[in-house]
């Protein structure tokens, strides 16, 4: 029968009095960060004095957060709870990236795949802070072995118990190896999370999709189903990584200099090809940039990826070989400044260029925001004549999430009683959730946010009245604490040194400082050691200018982040202080 929306939203939110437990505590599903977002994923799961975080990852900030590095989710509301572990569904740093600013709010396991705690480690070796301005020092050697003492490998079927739930690893398909669901058993039923992942039929490394466990615990019987929105409105089913081998195949076949290949650090399967096809045409490998070299030694020190003696080269080594003889895999795909690519463009990386006979490809989907910077850097490279491929024009790169039907299968495998979308901003959650309807009617779905407590006991399943604290912090550049979200200038652990902004007026032509330029602060304490610091910021501003090429002067963001980068390492080692900085470029 036709129903208008809201009818259908009050089907969606209605209880189920069967089946929960009366005479144990409520079972609560708390999400901090994940849900109404992309990125930032992490959730409490709690019954009485049980509780467990699953997964802790960051968002990147959107362009206008100046300074900030990461955005990591609110933390008070792990003080609440007593978290027994912090258990891992795989490892992109959406759900991995906050784990070194967590492990100070619990003490027990951190429980992952082989892979992905491989990559919390290497995380953990940077010697990063905690979070807080009581944790602003980098921690010990003795402090690091305790926390790599706590992180635990689990495989796929293996069962761990924390409290009252007994927690089953179940293999998924996604854009990296080693990828987990969980199946919670709680006391008011099973529980399935299942973290991000699309349905690979031909998966890399033979590892398919645990469809006969889902469907077992289907049958026995799923109290609730949280599963990933990602690309619900995408029609269909998402490819297989191997489907992007053909477009790769004819760009190495029809490249007559060197192949650079953009992409995300953490592609595993992506390298995997690239690899292989750079040894049938006997071209050599370069890693550029340190996520991509870290994520490939560790991936190849365990296994996930196979690379032929002799295929792999330093980065120092390119200019010794032919450019027709060379692959360069590197970072940068979403126009980081900082990143490989971004460099190469502009000819500011010490051992790589982009010549007219190369070809660039943009093997990454574009992260909402990041159009602007990622078309400057497309610019930068098509002034140097060289080729540019993306997935518009080849199939160069394909989602790790799964599309429609495969959405709808997981759904139809599982059969729970409620389901709760996440993993998307809301219009993704909303359209999951009319999916779901559609699929069983007699599921009940409850649609949340962030700070949504979900709460199971005697009266059935909802969306309770009371909210949990789900706000972001901010972490600048240095790790040295927390950001406030609401004005960045007012930056909570960052107040004592204070906001220096640097303006400088520079031409829009030619990119030569128009006039000197001005320093303003705030919260900035002057006494004569920081006033005569002061007043050698112009200097070190032409300086800065002066140094960079007419591309980065005349490149906004290219020059602001140049300008940013030399201002706080000016300060940092002059006066030990850490000021926001926040440099202002007028094109006159």
Known sequence: MPCDETHFFQVQVSVDHESLQADVPPLEIVPLGGLGEFGMNMMVIACGETAILVDAGVMFPEPELLGVDLVIPDLRQLEK?????LVLTHGHEDHIGAVPH???????PVYGTALTLALVESKLDKREPA???AQAEAPTSAELAAAKKRLTIVKPRERVAVGRFTIEFLRVTHSIPDCVALAI?????V?????DFKIDQTPLDGQHFDFHRFAELGAAGVLVLMSDSTNVDRKGFTGSELEITDGFDEIFTTAKGKIIVAMFSSSIFRMQILVDLAAQFERQVAFIGRGVNTNAEIAQRLGYLRIPTGVVIRDSDVKSFPSQDVVCICTGSQGEPQAALPRIAIDDHRHVTVDADDMVVFSAREIPGNEKAIGRVMNHIARRGAEIITDDMKHVHVSGHGSEEELKLVLSLVRPK???PIHGEYRQLARHARIAAKVSRGMKVLLAENGDVIRFDGDGGRVSDTKAPAGRILIDGTR????GDAILRDRRHLAGDGLVVAVVAISRQTGNLEETPDVITKGFVLDARTEALLKEIPTLLAATLDGASVEERTDSGLIKEKIRVDLQRFFRKRSGLRPLVLPVVMEI
């Not at 967590?102 to 027990?108: K, R």
């Not at 529980?191 to 973290?195: A, L, M």
């Not at 040295?480 to 950001?483: A, C, D, I, R, Y």
């Open 102 to 108: 967590v492990l100070s709010h619990f003490d027990g």
């Open 418 to 420: 409620f389901f709760v």
């Open 185 to 189: 058993t709680t006391p008011h039923g």
């Open 191 to 195: 529980v399935i999370h299942t973290g």
């Open 480 to 483: 040295s604490g927390e950001v």
């Open 81 to 85: 709870y007593k978290i027994g572990a």
């Open 131 to 133: 979070t807080g301005p």
